[in-house]
């Protein structure tokens, strides 16, 4: 399906999709279905309106500046994880500068006890949604009772004339330990995988965009179990290393946070989308520029202390070229 308003803006060759883990984006109003009430004016955080309005601009300048420099414009896609509902989504996008950008958003409410859910941005110059829904993910603790974690976020549309499906994701943490959860996340990559089964019946080399905060690395089990299906690239893979990486904890480097795309983004012709570049965005303005944790993203909160920072985790981005 070709939308012909999309070719008065080929110009613009080069397109951002990006991934963010917010940090507990939380309005500053307490939820009494959900267990935000540390993040209100009298939890144990003392989150305030002042704070949330100083979140909100820290992260909307640094979405808008994701790729900027060799795109020339703000992101097409932005992927986020650690919102807590609707509402902070239009925050954040009602706030400068992405207040002056044709931004939207596609977000759902998942069974999370945090409160804290996925949703995808949007520049509605380049994208349309076709269709969406929150993918259950169904998973037990050793107890038998369901582990109430974050939803897979899909999104259907049409990106610069090119059909797309996204999977934004937020998969179970390590808290219990990284091997007694592995299977968790292992179950996530499976439930992506039945559903890419599911819409290969009617789809023939469907477009894949797959991005989040896996909780694991690009060689664990859980995304090596995902890239079993040959059909899909981590182009995330080449960038980990011991001294860069998307989050720092006890001075340890993870890339959790990637974005994995199908092959068919490898392929050059003319109206579709080729992959230029995948990186990590960790520019000075977003780390601790002093003390023992330098370099490190410039978090929100270091346990309850207020930091006044952006996340403690750098965005990650890829490039595709549209080849006109």
């Given amino acids: 399906m070709k939308f012909s308003f999309f070719k008065k803006k080929s110009i613009n060759t080069l397109h951002t999709v990006a991934f963010y883990n917010l940090e507990n984006l939380f309005d500053a109003k307490n939820d009494y279905n959900t267990l935000d009430d540390d993040f209100t004016p009298n939890g144990s955080k003392k989150w305030t309106p002042k704070r949330y309005q100083n979140k909100l601009s820290r992260l909307a300048k640094t979405i808008s500046q994701i790729g900027r420099e060799s795109a020339g414009f703000p992101p097409v896609l932005v992927g986020v994880a650690e919102v807590e509902n609707g509402k902070v989504v239009q925050d954040l996008l009602s706030t400068d500068p992405l207040n002056g950008y044709n931004y939207h958003y596609v977000h759902y409410d998942s069974p999370d006890e945090r409160g804290i859910d996925n949703a995808l941005l949007y520049n509605r110059d380049n994208f349309e949604v076709m269709g969406s829904e929150a993918i259950p993910l169904i998973i037990h603790n050793d107890n038998g009772q369901r582990d109430t974690t974050r939803d897979i976020l899909y999104v259907n549309g049409v990106l610069n004339g090119e059909e797309v499906h996204i999977f934004v994701n937020h998969w179970p943490s390590r808290r219990n330990g990284e ?128 930091m006044g920072g952006f996340s403690d985790h750098f965005p990650v981005y890829v490039q595709f070229k549209f080849n006109i």
């Fill in 179 to 306: 091997v007694e959860t592995d299977y968790k996340r292992i179950a996530a990559a499976k439930t992506i995988i039945a559903y890419m089964e599911n819409l290969e019946q009617s789809i023939e080399n469907p477009n894949y965009i797959v991005m989040g905060d896996f909780n694991d690395g690009p060689t664990s089990a859980s995304l090596q179990t995902l890239m079993s299906r040959n059909s899909l690239h981590n182009p995330m893979e080449r960038l980990k290393s011991p001294d860069r990486g998307s989050a720092n904890y006890k001075r340890s480097w993870s890339l959790f946070d990637q974005i994995i795309v199908s092959h068919n983004f490898f392929n050059y012709e003319r109206g579709t989308h080729s992959f230029a570049e995948a990186n990590i965005f960790d520019e000075a303005f977003l780390a601790e520029y002093k003390g023992k944790y330098k370099g490190s993203p410039h978090r929100t909160y270091v346990g309850r202390r207020y």
